[in-house]
């Protein structure tokens, strides 16, 4: 059984820019998870998905968004790039939202 | 405040030398705890769930154990090939919300 893909995995933008980060869920998962993790901060909480819902957001501000398509793959947008968004971001899938999580690869952001 | 704690950041170990991480967490309703293991720009790996207190799982060398508010791994004659971050997680119902609370994990390094 395929893992959680992410794509890209490597991603270099300048200050200003936006990106578009891809997850696609284990088959059968219907709730995506987003983190960004640095070094500093850790792992830290984006938002989840559930059936095409938002459900959760953590606390980053509105520059950060994301979707959830019919098909459970989900995105996650960022705009307006700033120095101190660079990070890895992550994305997990299970089950339902009370389900353990399952991570991919992640994608590696540095802003430049 | 801080959610999830573990202890030590870092641990250095000889191969053989047999240790435990510690994972203490102050959320109320807690639903699960979950262990993953790391390894540098990767996504973090599954390791266990445990939902309530006195239950334990294993797995070869590893061994995780659940108490009111903390969780311990233990690591039983680790090998190089353990040397990864390991990361602690607790899952909480917040207003009919699950939520994950990550800690800021511990890097552990086995040397031969």
């Known amino acids: 059984k395929a893992g959680v893909t992410q794509t890209p995995r490597y991603l270099i933008k300048t200050r200003g820019q936006q990106v578009t980060l891809s997850c696609s869920p284990i088959?059968?998962?219907?709730?995506v998870s987003w983190y960004q993790q640095t070094p500093g901060q850790g792992l830290q909480f984006l938002f989840e998905?559930?059936?095409?819902?938002?459900?959760n957001k953590g606390n980053f501000p509105g520059r950060f968004s994301g979707r959830q398509f019919s098909n459970s793959r989900s995105e996650m947008n960022v705009s307006t790039l700033e120095l101190g968004d660079s990070a890895l971001y992550l994305c997990?899938?299970?089950?339902?939202?009370?389900?353990?999580?399952?991570f991919g690869p992640g994608t590696r952001l540095t802003v430049l | 405040e801080d959610q999830v704690t573990q202890s030590p950041e870092a641990l250095r170990l000889q191969e053989g030398e047999s240790s435990s991480l510690n994972c203490s967490y102050t959320?109320?309703?807690?639903?699960?705890l979950f262990w993953y293991r790391q390894d540098p720009g990767k996504g973090p790996e599954f390791l266990f769930t445990?939902?309530?207190a006195g239950e334990e799982k294993e797995k070869e060398r590893l061994k995780a154990t659940l108490t009111k508010k903390e969780s311990f791994l233990h690591i039983t004659a680790p090998k190089p090939e353990d040397s990864a971050t390991y990361l602690c997680?607790?899952?909480?119902?917040?207003?009919?919300?699950?939520?994950?609370?990550f800690g800021s994990g511990t890097k552990l390094n086995v040397k031969p």
């Open positions: 445990l939902y309530s």
């Open positions: 998905y559930f059936s095409e819902t938002q459900r």
């Open positions: 088959s059968g998962h219907r709730s």
């Open positions: 997680a607790v899952q909480a119902n917040e207003y009919n919300f699950n939520k994950f609370y």
């Open positions: 959320v109320s309703g807690l639903r699960g």
């Open positions: 997990a899938s299970s089950w339902n939202p009370a389900d353990t999580q399952y």
